[in-house]
């Protein structure tokens, strides 16, 4: 299946990113938040403060549900080390892949005022393409296609949104750089919260081979 149905939530609450960066967009019009995104919203408001984050039961075994196993799809060249190691582990245990690529606008400046439009559609048509290449990656090794979702806005805030979205997601699974610099922004986020985390967090080491991954996946 192309796209999760947790991507619907996509064109709903990518408008909340434009919002914080624009007010003329905040009002009643096709960007005016949903109840869902008001909820999505009020989670990611919460992983910023450093609040203790909510822990909504997971159904990942359930009769009628299946466990997924989270990747975050960046430009890293360890995100290749956890998509593996997930991709070998799901293909084990029957579990799905799930991806997730978002589009940081934090950064996004005034130039998007008057072509936002058109940058978040270039945006994600460059999402897309890079979960194309991971996703026959990711196939290549289960034989079934991930699902995948594309969220606007700032990594770890979505990351726990769509955690908090997807009652089926078990655990997270990211890789670790080993470079000097550390293991990473987005592990070096989350290892500060890591005692409150939704659900477990598997990290591969960036220097482990598919032969490697082979052997305790």
């Not at 996509?10 to 019009?29: D, H, W």
């Not at 999402?127 to 290449?133: F, S, W």
Request: glycine share 8%; proline share 6%.
């Amino acid at each position: 299946m192309r796209v999760a149905p947790a991507e619907s939530a996509v064109v709903q609450c990518g408008a909340m990113t434009i919002a914080r960066i624009f007010p003329l967009y905040r009002g009643k019009g096709p960007w005016q938040d949903s109840g869902s995104c008001a909820a999505t919203a009020r989670h990611r408001r919460g992983a910023r403060s450093g609040k203790p984050m909510t822990k909504k039961k997971r159904r990942s075994y359930e009769a009628g549900h299946s466990p997924k196993f989270l990747v975050v799809i960046d430009d890293s060249p360890e995100c290749d080390r956890a998509l593996y190691f997930a991709s070998r582990r799901a293909l084990r245990i029957g579990s799905t892949v799930l991806m997730l690529r978002v589009i940081e606008t934090d950064d996004h400046g005034p130039q998007w005022l008057g072509v936002a439009d058109i940058m978040r559609a270039e945006a994600h048509e460059e999402a897309n393409a890079v979960l194309d290449r991971h996703a026959s990656r990711a196939a290549s090794i289960t034989g079934v296609m991930p699902q995948r979702v594309i969220r606007e806005g700032d990594k770890p805030s979505e990351l726990l949104a769509l955690i908090e979205d997807d009652e089926d997601i078990a655990l997270l699974v990211l890789a670790a750089a080993t470079d000097k610099e550390g293991p990473g922004p987005l592990v070096s986020s989350l290892i500060r919260n890591a005692g409150e985390f939704p659900v477990p967090i598997a990290l591969v080491p960036g220097n482990l081979t598919d032969e490697d991954l082979d052997t305790m996946a």
